[in-house]
């Protein structure tokens, strides 16, 4: 099955600061999304992102099908910005989904 | 309005018993998905609906058996319930057609605890 790794696992930012997190995929898939997981452990639909780029506020990201990566760029990061960062893929088969083990951001003030 | 509502949000009980949790989706979704979260943070995926019919059993014990009386509504029943099975269980919901650009909404999650 398709495999899907984050990095890093593990991120500590300045307030302020900007970061970019990366995820990779093993296969071609049809879907790829961005998802964070809030303290509260509510989990947010960031983007959906197969292919190209998208923007929302001081939030990107880009997938680079053909290669089978994606990225995720936060900046100018806040203190609501931490908690968990899930890439996760959908390779066609019947809408599953299949995540990437995340990466924890915290965002210090 | 909430899109993808599932309660309880908090379940405490013991081993052996057997509890539900409800999910409802007022997205007008074709599609309807239990996550398990386990401690490690990891999801993964148990059961999918499309309009009712189960299309993905990701080998989850017997207990666990989810029912969609409609496709805007997925129930997961669990029997017999063991430590094991303490985790955050997720509902969602996504069309399933490539035309929508948005993909899958979460429900706010369950927290399972089992004593």
């Known amino acids: 099955g398709i495999q899907v790794e984050q990095s890093p696992p593990d991120l500590i930012l300045q307030e302020g600061a900007n970061s970019t997190l990366r995820c990779n995929f093993s296969d071609s898939v049809n879907n790829l999304q961005w998802f964070h997981q809030n303290p509260w452990g509510q989990l947010i639909n960031l983007f959906y992102?197969?292919?190209g780029t998208k923007q929302n506020g001081r939030l990107s990201a880009t997938t680079v099908a053909t290669e089978r990566y994606s990225l995720l760029y936060i900046s100018s990061s806040q203190t609501t910005d931490s908690g968990v960062y899930f890439c996760a893929v959908d390779g066609n088969q019947g809408g599953k989904l299949i995540f990437g083990q995340g990466t924890e951001l915290s965002v210090k003030p | 309005d909430t899109a993808v509502s599932q309660t309880p949000k908090y379940l405490v009980t013991q081993m052996g018993n057997d509890k539900s949790i409800k999910c409802e989706q007022n997205?007008?979704?074709?599609?309807m998905y239990w996550y398990k979260q386990d401690s490690k943070k990891f999801l993964k995926i148990m059961f999918s609906?499309?309009?009712?019919?189960?299309?993905i059993n990701e080998t989850v014990p017997n207990r666990f058996s989810p029912k969609s009386p409609d496709k805007a509504h997925l129930n997961l029943h669990i029997n017999s319930l063991e430590l094991g099975d303490s985790a955050v269980y997720f509902c969602?919901?996504?069309?399933?057609?490539?035309?929508?650009?948005?993909?899958?909404?979460f429900g706010s999650g369950t927290r399972l605890t089992v004593v």
């Open positions: 609906y499309n309009n009712k019919e189960l299309i």
């Open positions: 997205l007008g979704h074709d599609t």
């Open positions: 992102i197969p292919s």
């Open positions: 969602a919901s996504s069309p399933l057609t490539s035309a929508a650009n948005y993909g899958y909404t």
